[in-house]
DNA sequence: TTTCGTGCAAACCCTTTGCATTTGC
DNA sequence: GCAAATGCAAAGGGTTTGCACGAAA
């Protein structure tokens, strides 16, 4: 992505240096907050403001996508890495990666029933995960 | 709504009844920033605190679902109206029912292979509804 | 009367923005 | 040198909260 951003002619400073490599080496998924913690630790000066001003930057480059999860939960992740979705557990809050295939099913019956283009790219689906769910079950027979 | 609330011992405030009705007479989903401004019309002295207080009530008693579309958007709809989900145009905002059927194969699939229990009531999907999906063919053909 | 609900204002979180300053090229 | 990028601090939107007052039961 850095060089990317070199050759379209973006000047690289420190500052937006770190901020793509820490996106690039992050896990799949990241969020703002992530990338800056990462970030201050090495160069203690940056200012959050540049993080998402360098993330907006790389989802209109389409370098990443941005996923609104809701309840103030956006992530990013880098388009090079492949699509996936998201499983997310309302207790644990832990994401599970979809494969994308699980849901060409669903995005070929919108577009033909209601002519809706899905942009499923950015799909994050609310339920619970195993563990949890035998949690709560555990919780119940008590 | 209204009698199980004072059935279940809840005062009977003319805020909640105002409120409580708003939902029940809204639309099938409305937004707290909606339904305060149909109750200010006619109790001007209305906090929106407190309808966020009632819906957030109402939704402990799962009388009504909330669900958090991403980016500030959080809708609120009667359970007694029957599950849907949410097709939100990126472009025009417009919201799309769904029906529930649509997702079961989903639903079954997310369980089957990802021990994943999703919960469908709460799903908002993002893409572009028809309408814009055609302007963007004709911006793009410009 | 006594607990519950409300209004108000302030705080909250995450994100964006205006502006002066610094920096890469 | 000049445009582009940054830091800072302030504002923004939507939501929540602490507290004293008011009203339902």
Excluded: W
């Amino acid at each position: 992505m850095v060089s990317k951003l070199a050759e379209l002619g973006y000047r690289m400073t420190p500052q937006r240096l770190m901020i793509v490599t820490a996106v690039e080496n992050a896990a799949d998924h990241t969020s703002a907050e992530e990338i800056f913690g990462q970030v201050v630790q090495k160069y203690p000066n940056v200012n959050i403001s540049t993080v998402y001003r360098t993330l907006d930057l790389l989802e209109e480059l389409h370098m990443v996508t941005k996923t609104d999860l809701g309840s103030g939960s956006v992530r990013y992740h880098p388009v090079d890495k492949g699509h996936h979705h998201h499983l997310v557990c309302r207790d644990c809050g832990a994401l599970i990666n979809l494969d994308e295939s699980v849901l060409e099913g669903l995005k070929h019956d919108l577009l033909r029933d209601y002519k809706f283009n899905a942009d499923l790219q950015h799909l994050g689906i609310l339920g619970r995960c195993e563990r949890c769910e035998r949690n709560v079950a555990r919780s119940e027979n008590t």
